[in-house]
């Protein structure tokens, strides 16, 4: 049985007889009598007695009747819900922390001039806890730098950038330095477990080397609001810090033995299902890397 067989049955019903429910619902009345018959046979009931060549509903027609009205109530909210979703969708997104300062802007900024129906939702925090929230299926996808931590991440490049060290201006530092120089500086970094440490951490441990930060801070911006006190050295991503080095701000100790160059991705769930609206979003943000 079907959503059809139902309509049809509460029409009969709605209209006293199946001439009038044929007219109304624009089809032939053979097609209706034959649909109340496959009710009638399907369940082994009797919707209606035939009494001077009227239709008149059995006591348990008119149970099935309120039950066929309940359930033809439900369908249309279902439709109507379902539209709303096609119409409204929610597109959940993640960036790391350094995209967040950057790029988010521009990404938001889009999606409200040409999607003005999308519900956006964005999160931003370090890569490792933007992949969790992958994997859970929180976010649709996101934008992070460094290694895919998981298998079942499907993941696209997307840019590359460097990370600089960088100190205030009214310190005593040198243009240049090698690791083995830089771990004895004062170090201003992000945290263990973020993606700017620990691609610093895998260099200097290739190396033979190891760093004990006097400052660890989830914060970019505290990080940088410390150099420029010339609280000390910070490794911090390029596009952060673009316009304070510009402006002289900060400047740039070069590192003579390392490039300090990572990689960054798109990512989803390889068993994420787009909309279209959603695939759409995603390949724009995919060209913003690309661009």
Known sequence: MTVRHLRVFVTVCECGGITKAAELMHVAQPAVSQTIADIE?????????????????????????????????????????ASSVVDNPLIRIGVSLTFGSTLLPEIMKNIKQNYKNVKLNVVINNSMEIQQMIMDGSLDFAIIEGSISFPSIKAERFTSDKLKVVCG???????????????????????????????????????????????E????????????????VAVLPEGLIHRQLSSGRLQEIKV????????????SHKNKRFDKVSKEIYEHCLTLGKS
């Not at 399907?42 to 008149?56: C, M, Q, S, T």
């Not at 620990?198 to 930060?213: A, M, Q, Y």
């Not at 801070?217 to 000390?232: H, K």
Request: charged share 30%.
């Open 41 to 81: 046979k399907y369940y082994g009931v009797v919707l209606f007695d035939r009494i001077n060549h009227k239709l008149v509903l059995t006591d348990g027609g008119k149970n099935l009747l309120l039950k066929a009205k309940e359930v033809l109530d439900n369908f249309d909210d279902f439709e109507n819900l």
């Open 169 to 215: 201006t009214k310190g005593d530092y040198p243009k240049e330095v090698n690791l083995k120089e830089l771990v004895v500086y004062d170090l201003l970094l992000r945290e263990k477990g973020s993606t700017s440490r620990d691609f610093l951490d895998n260099i200097l441990s290739i190396n033979g080397l190891e760093v004990k930060p006097v400052m």
């Open 217 to 232: 801070s989830i914060s970019n911006q505290a990080i940088i609001s410390a150099v420029r006190e010339n609280l000390g």
């Open 256 to 267: 003579k033995d390392a490039e300090l160059l990572r990689q960054s991705y798109i990512i």
